[in-house]
């Protein structure tokens, strides 16, 4: 049923682009592995070995931390609509703040949603596709605006200090460097 490839096809490609909801997870040797829910419309495909994701202002920050220390990062789709399937990039990764050089370009693909903190980047090296045959079938019925009018109600200044507060370690106490990197 699981099937390997070198790359994404562009019958995954478009799969991808219909999806509402990703998860992306990673560790390091020796941290807790983190998975997190992604949506907000903030993945994009660059080609068929690339793809890069907006990471917006949250609770914690573990994948920036992760992928500083260790850039192995797997982003799953799932279909919960439609035929079956779920699909999976296995790559390395690296992030990108608003300070490095490559911002301003990468963060053009992205429509402007507040609070963005870090955009990913993702060199994809195996995508696996799986039955799905599990998978529950849900409907989606609309984006939540919280995050987005938490982060506008912040303001930069608050957002910055927000992140000095609660973003600028994992829970492992390992260093995400947002205040470096974005200030």
């Known amino acids: 049923m699981g099937k390997q490839f ?25 941290s807790r592995v983190n998975i997190s829910p992604k949506g907000m419309d903030s993945f994009r495909i660059l080609n068929n070995n690339r793809a890069i994701w907006l990471n917006l202002t949250g609770s914690g920050n573990e994948t920036s931390a992760h992928i500083q ?4 990062m797997t982003i799953m789709f799932c279909a919960f609509e439609g ?4 699909l999976r990039l296995y790559g390395t990764a690296r ?3 608003k300070n490095d050089d490559d911002w301003e370009e990468l ?18 090296e195996l ?9 529950p079938y849900y409907t989606y019925t609309g984006d939540r605006e919280l995050l987005s009018d938490w982060a506008r109600k912040k303001g930069d200044d608050g957002l910055i200090d927000y992140w000095e507060e609660k973003n600028q370690f994992s829970i492992d106490k390992i260093s995400t460097n947002i205040i470096a990197k974005n200030t």
């Open 95 to 97: 992030a990108i703040h």
């Open 107 to 124: 963060h053009a693909h992205f429509d402007l949603l507040p609070g963005a903190r870090q955009i990913f980047d993702l060199s994809i």
């Open 69 to 72: 220390h260790e850039p192995r």
């Open 83 to 86: 035929p079956p399937l779920v």
């Open 6 to 30: 070198e790359a994404l096809s562009d019958r995954l490609i478009e799969f991808i682009a219909e999806q509402k909801i990703f998860f992306v997870g990673t560790a390091t040797g020796d």
């Open 127 to 135: 995508v696996q596709t799986s039955c799905g045959f599990g998978v």
